[in-house]
């Protein structure tokens, strides 16, 4: 394990009586975690009260609250260092790695929420979907969806223990976090997991996704309910484990036009928030949204989240306030220096204009390149600037 260099106190101790792969008896083992699994994870107080918590939940705060996607990752050369040693799913499939390096990020920074390590694309696999991690060209999907046919071949996820080591390393790292400090669960959107399932990768103008969505609705509509119902089971385990919120990143929507959006993806992202456990806020996040906010809002969510391309505060006004929103630094302004960093967050800070619900995060996730330090000075600006003396 890495040194933690903690700016909060040392919490960031692994515990040491779970043995999810060290070698205590089987027996032991299974009961422990048996012991664990029954048992959901209740919320405390500490956590029930944090900034980031009453800020879903549109209460004031004292200060706004800020976690950033993706703070865990390459930009950190503690992460680059555990990475020399592990491949991408290995490390997601590895519980106290996982838990590890995201203790590592949310201590480092200092930030107001932790999100667990793992991938959108994880699901995949208990679809019957062959996913690998291939290096310098990112996720690849060898046997991607194109036809009605290939839908009836994908897998219904009834139970999600496939996907236990998420869990377990949810499990690692509520318990290594500091007792107030809210962790995130989260899975990627219907569209956006579609979108990867019929590409096979990455994609720029979704070709293969938007035919198959307009060629054949019925296996459109088969496919995206099932990752749905996938999606439910999944996000409630997380929450059941220790998640606190839980965040759908529909990385791709903003592809869609609205009428597109309405028809084919609504209703399925709809299902998947009406289906999370009640009283756990959902983050419902894309990027290239501009036109598409009410529509999103309309699928449901606590918190929207807001890429950099708009105005947060003309984007929440059409929101309307009685929803919270998250966002919205440009991620590219981190490769700056400090000076714009804070003067950007500043602006974003005036354009919420301490109205309760507003939760700092960048538009889209860390890039890999970034500096450190002005990733921290963003979190430091955020705390700073955001003082507020007797609200909260
Ligand atoms: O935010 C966090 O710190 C939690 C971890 C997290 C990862 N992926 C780790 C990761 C989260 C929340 C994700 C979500 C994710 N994964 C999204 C949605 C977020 C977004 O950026 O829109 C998407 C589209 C994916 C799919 C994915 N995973 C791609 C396209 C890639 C390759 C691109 C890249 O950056 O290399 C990944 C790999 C990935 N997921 C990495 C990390 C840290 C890099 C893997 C590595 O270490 O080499």
Same mark, same amino acid.
């Given at each position: 394990m890495f040194q933690t260099n903690s700016r909060e106190g040392s919490h960031g101790t692994m515990p040491h009586?779970?043995?999810? @792969? $060290? &070698?205590?008896?089987a027996t032991a083992t299974d009961t422990a975690k048996l012991l664990v699994e029954t048992a959901a994870f209740s919320t405390s107080p500490e956590l029930h009260d944090s900034p980031f918590m009453r800020a879903c939940r549109r209460e004031p705060v004292p200060f706004t609250p800020v976690w950033l996607m993706r703070? @865990? &990752? +390459?930009?950190m050369r503690e992460y680059r260092e555990v990475r020399a040693r592990t491949s991408f799913l290995e490390l997601c499939k590895t519980p106290e790695l996982a838990a590890e390096v995201t203790v590592y990020a949310a201590e480092r920074l200092g930030v107001d929420a932790a999100i667990i390590f !793992?991938?959108?694309?994880?699901?995949?696999e208990p679809m019957g979907l062959d996913l690998e991690f291939a290096k310098g060209e &990112?996720?690849?999907?060898? #046997?991607?969806v194109r036809s009605g046919r290939d839908v009836d071949r994908? +897998?219904?996820?009834?139970?999600i223990s496939s996907l236990g080591y998420v869990n377990d390393a949810i499990r690692l790292t509520r318990r290594a976090l500091r007792p107030g400090l809210p962790l995130i669960g989260f899975a990627g959107a219907p569209f956006t997991l579609a979108s990867y399932i019929i590409e096979g990768g990455s994609s720029k103008n979704y070709i293969q996704t938007k035919t198959l969505m307009y060629t054949d609705a019925g296996a459109w509509h088969q496919m995206m309910s099932l990752i749905s119902r996938a999606l439910g089971r999944y996000l409630n385990a997380q929450i059941a484990a220790g998640a606190q919120a839980v965040q759908l990143f $529909?990385?791709?929507? &903003? !592809?869609?036009?609205p009428d597109d959006y309405r028809e084919y993806v609504l209703p399925h992202t709809r299902a998947v928030i009406q289906s999370v456990t009640p009283g756990t806020p959902v983050i419902h996040f894309g990027t290239g949204t501009a036109a598409l906010l009410e529509l999103m809002r309309e699928a449901g969510g606590d918190v929207i989240g807001l890429d950099w391309r708009v105005r947060l505060d003309d984007a929440w006004q059409r929101l309307g306030d009685d929803v919270a929103v998250m966002g919205n630094f $440009?991620?590219? !302004?981190?490769?700056? #220096?400090v000076e714009v960093v804070r003067a950007q967050a500043r602006r974003i800070l005036e354009y919420a204009g #301490? +109205?309760?619900g507003h939760i700092f995060n960048l538009g889209h996730g860390i890039l890999p390149e970034t500096p450190v330090e002005n990733v921290v000075a963003l979190v430091d600006a955020v705390h700073e600037l955001s003082q507020r003396r007797n609200n909260g």
């Open positions: 009586d779970e043995s999810i @792969a $060290d &070698g205590q008896s703070q @865990a &990752g +390459r930009y !793992a991938d959108i694309l994880l699901i995949l &990112g996720p690849v999907i060898h #046997n991607p994908l +897998r219904e996820v009834e139970d $529909d990385s791709w929507v &903003g !592809a869609l036009s $440009d991620s590219v !302004a981190l490769f700056s #220096n #301490n +109205r309760p």
